[in-house]
């Protein structure tokens, strides 16, 4: 069964920082373009990061840019998203999605052949 796994998240202040881990399990991430979306409160769900897998090419929304970081660790099967400096706008549940054959659309995943159930992150004082 293909299935992918968020955990990490959780309250932070503003300012704090956050690493989110997604598992994969049922087939290999290797070969799969990973994004992350953000579904904030009453609001659409957003792209906001991505990475390629052919080249390894990052892409990220520009509210998250320089404070995000997307990775992956092929041998644990694992993308991760570092989040720092957090701010009470990055709020909401994030999504870790996987595509094998249609890379990132900029910074965004436009389908997908997997996706998680999302893990919480509240930025709040």
């Known amino acids: 069964q293909v299935k992918l796994v968020e955990s990490g998240g959780g309250l932070v202040q503003p300012g704090g920082s956050l690493r989110l881990s997604c598992a994969a399990s049922g087939f290999t991430l290797d070969y799969y373009n990973i994004g992350w979306f953000r579904q904030a409160p009453g609001k659409e769900r957003d792209g906001v990061a991505c990475m390629n897998s052919r080249d390894s090419s990052t892409y990220y929304a520009d509210s998250v840019k320089g404070r995000f970081t997307i990775s992956r660790d092929n041998a644990k099967n694992t993308v991760y998203l570092q989040m720092n400096s957090l701010k009470p706008e990055d709020t909401g549940i994030y999504i870790c999605?996987?595509?094998?054959?249609?890379?990132?659309?900029?910074?965004?995943?436009?389908?997908?052949?997997?996706w998680g159930q999302g893990a919480q992150v509240t930025v709040s004082s």
């Open positions: 999605v996987a595509e094998k054959d249609n890379t990132c659309s900029d910074y965004v995943l436009l389908a997908f052949d997997a």
